[in-house]
């Protein structure tokens, strides 16, 4: 009856143990747990967004601050449990596992991290008809990863966040307004003031050109066969004005002008001169 008395004894302590040990690891898995959510992730979002970061960001860090909370309420409950063995022994394996898909996907994290840099910095924005590495194209959505891109072809190109971010990007709607150059080529024979006043009447005369920069004239070039006067123009809104358009029209509208003013725009052409000699081979009959 005595050893009976002693084996419940000791299975009643081991369960008192085993119980007391879930309730330390519950205790302090709650007690950060609730930490986290009322005071880490809202503080984090805080920062985020105090600095200014755009709204998928800050999902993100709230995400990622979340996953935090939840990893450390884990350790802290297995460590005050007296399970910290364990805990070391899980972490350098989770350790090396995180080093090997690092590896394994760095390019992928590469895009990541520009993804958020781009939100972050605003280089350009949805809307924004951007060229970078000889691609030009008006951007329809930044993700994380990637960058989507509506070409003037009507074509779609899915472009590395990681090519954008580190390469040069011109976004030439980032202002107001945009300045466009174009070189009438004339003769040497013609009137070069006359020309001018032409280039800039016409400019003046265009509703979606700006008055304010003036349109100028400046000689550029003198060629085999023209005199190069570079017009610079300014349109304004160039992110909803069809640039491409205005431009059209406007040394269409140049050029019919000339014409009327018998102002000629040569082109390049070859004259060859010499002679040829022809030499004539008689065949032998066999």
Same mark, same amino acid.
Request: charged residues 25%; proline residues 5%; glycine residues 10%.
């Given at each position: 009856m005595v050893p009976l008395q002693f084996g419940l004894t000791g299975l009643a302590a081991a369960i008192a143990g085993i119980l007391f040990t879930v309730f330390l690891f519950v205790a302090g898995f709650l007690a950060v747990l609730l930490i986290g959510k009322v005071v880490a992730i809202p503080a984090v979002e805080r920062t985020l967004r105090s600095r200014g970061f755009d709204e998928a960001v800050l999902s993100l860090g709230s995400s990622v601050a979340n996953a935090v909370v939840w990893v450390a309420a884990v350790a802290i409950g297995f460590t005050i449990a007296g399970y910290g063995a364990f805990l070391s022994a899980f972490a350098v394996f989770g350790g090396a596992l995180a080093l090997a898909v690092g590896f394994a996907a760095q390019d992928l994290?590469?895009?990541?991290?520009?993804?958020?840099?781009?939100?972050?910095?605003?280089?350009?924005?949805?809307?924004d008809w951007i060229e970078w590495n000889g691609n030009a194209g008006r951007v329809e959505d930044i993700d994380l990863r990637v960058s989507r891109v509506r070409t003037f072809d009507n074509e779609r %190109?899915?472009?590395?966040?990681? +090519?954008?971010?580190?390469?040069?990007? @011109?976004?030439?709607?980032?202002? *107001?307004?945009?300045?466009?150059?174009? %070189?009438f080529?004339?003769?040497? +024979?013609?009137?070069i003031?006359?020309? @001018?006043?032409?280039?800039?009447? *016409?400019a003046a005369e265009h509703d979606e050109i700006l008055d304010d920069p003036a349109p100028s004239v400046r000689l550029t070039e003198l060629g085999?066969?023209?005199v190069g006067l570079q017009a610079r123009i300014w349109i304004a809104d160039p992110d909803r004005g069809d640039f491409v358009r205005v431009r059209s029209e406007y040394v269409t509208a140049v050029k019919e002008a000339f014409d009327d003013a018998g102002i000629d725009m040569p082109y390049v052409h070859r004259q060859l001169t010499g002679s040829v000699e022809v030499v004539e081979t008689v065949a032998d009959d066999e």
């Open positions: 994290i590469g895009n990541f991290v520009a993804g958020v840099f781009i939100l972050k910095d605003k280089p350009f924005e949805v809307g %190109v899915t472009v590395p966040n990681g +090519d954008l971010a580190n390469n040069a990007v @011109t976004n030439p709607v980032a202002y *107001e307004t945009l300045r466009q150059k174009f %070189v080529g004339i003769g040497y +024979d013609d009137d003031d006359e020309a @001018t006043d032409i280039i800039v009447d *016409e085999d066969s023209a």
